[in-house]
């Protein structure tokens, strides 16, 4: 068939010679590349928990809820991360604000529990483009590993952003 | 002597289980051990040749190609080829005979003497190779024949006809 | 032999035994040390300074991990098969002479533990007897996987025995003696008999590749094609046994390849030192070990740079190269010893 592309190549695969064929240079060849690897070039890798390779701008960690400049935690508990979670990995209840809270929550609406089910979530940062209120932003570290499964539900303590003046 | 007699019956036993295993790998892996004790036999005649060739010949190449061929063999009750009542009867007469054959030579029983080495170094390398090669050259080179005609005969077996490809 | 003599034999044996053991333990550690090294890593380093301690972890994992006897095994054959792999791995180290003789008090200490007449027939015995411990574990398997890559190790074996066993031939027609002492013993100074038999070292370290099951000829427990391979019912510490047995063989063939090619204890210049004659026994052993070190090295080197072969390869490369070669090989020696000796 005529090629179209006329990309095509015509390989030709000749008949070992001889040195070829015994594989021994070949062989000694290849050993003198690992040769080379074991002597002379240095690691690639990491040593990760000690040292860490820094992260790409856009990366997306774990999450966090943020406070405002005041100290206030932004979120107002709309529902709507959980509304575009994909994978139906956040809930949350929401509250009043009672009287002489108003240095604790900005809006007069927050949420008394949030929690991310981190097995579940994909980490495709959608909660961070539904809120209104830019309360959420998966800037964090890498989430652990744990042992159980209950303990991959992350609940306000871990998830809140430290208060200001601390 | 009395390593002799316990090995001896060590021989005779695993060579009873061999054939009354039901399991063909089982009877097998019998029939190393029997190898085994005659191995043993071998070296308390200092033999130590013939020792060693039994280990390397016997349970390191053929026993091993008999496991291999077992192992590929399907084992299963009801691949078994049901026998008739007339290969029943031959077995029964064939065992019977064997039977009498035996008991016929208990009678003719006497205690032999015990094996005396005339030359006790007669099994280490040096001297046998000497006697193979000296007293028994032509039945030694007769036996090569024949192997070489064996080892012909499966090439022969193996290469195929070109005309039938 | 007094009772002295036997508890040395006894202490001997015991010192040999906990070696190989030792080395085989570390080999687990060098291996994978080696194999971040030739890919650019760094490998085992949690456990203990540079994962000194990594093997002593594997081991403790191997023994508590939980013990698996598949219903449909035949039971006793399923253990009987890693305890044969290990045990002829083990015994094969019997007749090697690991240094010459040390002198203490009155007592002359020999450094191999027998010297039966028919040292290399016995190791070569003791070879063949190893692939029982893969077969029997194979097949009592009953799995597929197991049982074909049983039959792969037998047929493997079976193969490479006979070019290996054609080498040696070559070799005792330059050696003349059986007994792996008095090869070492001849080897004295610069005589090392692979000056003698460049052609029959290529075919027998080939060959010793293929015995022990490493890379490139590792098809038994091929991953890719097997799962893995005859072992691939085990668990636990009969799992790990099966991966004992291959480094200790790898030890021991090493050992066996220092003592028949490479001048086993001796070392050059060993007499002119001026030392004394339990100093130069010490040495030698040192740099036996150094020569054994070094083929283990180099059995790991390859492991990490040629890919395995096809099966069909691998039948080509022992029937149709390695046994002609060999022959030859035969053919080469006699003519040498005949006309310029």
């Known amino acids: ?72 935690e932004r979120c107002t508990a709309c529902g709507l ?10 809930t949350m209840i929401s509250a009043e604000r009672q009287p002489g809270e108003e240095n604790l929550y900005r809006e007069e609406k927050y949420a008394a529990v949030y929690e991310i089910n981190m097995l579940r979530c994909i980490f495709c940062g959608l909660c961070e483009e539904a809120c209104p209120k830019e309360a959420i932003y998966l800037d964090g570290d890498i989430v652990p590993a744990d042992y159980l499964r209950k303990d991959f539900i992350y609940g306000k303590d871990k998830l809140v952003e430290a208060p200001l003046n601390q | 002597m009395s390593i002799f007699y316990f090995i001896a019956f060590l021989s005779i036993l695993f060579s009873v289980l061999v054939i009354s295993a039901k399991n063909p790998v089982h ?15 071998y070296i308390l005649l200092n033999a130590q040749f013939l020792a060693i060739v039994n280990f390397i010949v016997y349970m390191g190449a053929i026993l091993v190609l008999f496991l291999y061929t077992l192992m590929l063999i399907n084992l299963n009750k009801d691949s078994e080829p049901v026998k008739s009542n007339m290969v029943k009867i031959a077995g029964v007469l064939g065992g019977g005979c064997l039977l009498v054959v035996v008991v016929a030579s208990l009678k003719a029983i006497g205690v032999s003497q015990p094996v005396l080495l005339k030359d006790p170094g007669l099994g280490l390398v040096k001297n046998l190779g000497k006697v193979l090669f000296n007293e028994f050259l032509l039945p030694f080179e007769v036996s090569s024949l024949l192997l070489l005609s064996a080892m012909v005969g499966a090439v022969l077996l193996a290469t195929k006809d070109p005309k039938t490809t | 032999m007094g009772t002295a003599d036997i508890l040395i034999k006894f202490a001997l044996i015991l010192i040999i035994f906990l070696i190989s053991l030792v080395i085989a333990m570390y080999s687990t550690y060098a291996e994978r040390k080696l194999a971040a090294f030739f890919q650019d890593r760094v490998g085992p380093n949690r ?10 972890a594997d081991g403790a994992k191997m023994f508590l991990k939980e013990e698996i006897i598949p219903t449909n095994s035949s039971g006793f054959l399923f253990i009987v098969g890693p305890s044969l792999a290990i045990m002829t791995a083990c015994i094969g180290s019997a007749v090697i002479p690991w240094g010459q003789q040390l002198t203490i008090g009155s007592h002359v200490i020999d450094l191999q533990v027998t010297d039966i007449n028919v040292g290399v027939l016995y190791i070569f015995g003791v070879v063949s007897l190893g692939v029982y411990g893969v077969m029997i574990g194979g097949w009592a398997s009953n799995n597929k996987y197991s049982l074909l890559g049983a039959i792969r190790a037998a047929s493997q074996n079976i193969s490479y025995e006979i070019a290996m066993g054609l080498s040696i031939i070559a070799l005792l027609m330059v050696t003349g003696s059986l007994s792996l002492k008095e090869i070492a013993a001849q080897q004295h100074g610069w005589h090392w008999n692979i ?14 590749f293929a015995e022990t099951n490493r890379t490139p000829f590792d098809l038994p427990e091929c991953e890719t094609e097997l799962v893995g391979g005859y072992h691939t019912e085990y668990s636990s510490m009969k799992l790990g046994f099966y991966l004992f047995s291959e480094y200790i063989n790898m030890f021991v063939s090493s050992a066996v390849m220092a003592t028949l090619y490479f001048g086993g204890y001796n070392f050059p210049f060993m007499h002119s030192l001026g030392l004394s004659a339990n100093w130069v026994t010490i040495l030698g052993v040192i740099a036996l070990f150094i020569k054994i070190f070094a083929f283990i090295f180099f059995f790991m080197w390859v492991r990490w740079t040629i890919p395995r072969f096809r099966y069909d390869q691998l039948m080509d490369l022992g029937w149709k190269t390695l046994i002609p070669l060999a022959i030859a090989n035969i053919v ?10």
Request: aromatic share 14%.
């Open chain 1, 1 to 72: 068939m005529e090629s179209l592309s006329n990309k095509r190549k015509v390989i030709e695969s000749k008949p070992l010679n001889f040195w070829e064929r015994i594989y021994l240079p070949a062989i000694l060849h290849g050993l003198s590349i690992t040769m080379k690897h074991f002597l002379f070039k240095k690691d690639v890798t990491v040593r990760y928990p000690e040292q860490k390779r820094e992260f790409s701008e856009n990366f997306r960690g774990m999450h966090s809820l943020k406070r405002d400049e005041d100290g206030r």
């Open chain 1, 81 to 90: 991360c959980a509304l575009s979670c994909p994978a139906e990995a956040i």
């Open chain 2, 27 to 41: 009877s097998i892996l019998y029939l190393i051990l029997t190898f085994f004790t005659f191995t043993i036999q």
């Open chain 3, 47 to 56: 456990a203990g300074p540079f994962g000194i301690l990594q093997p002593l």
């Open chain 3, 195 to 208: 000056v003698y038999q460049p052609l029959g070292f290529l075919i027998f370290i080939i060959c010793a």
């Open chain 3, 332 to 341: 080469i020696t006699g003519l040498f010893i005949t006309f310029l000796k």
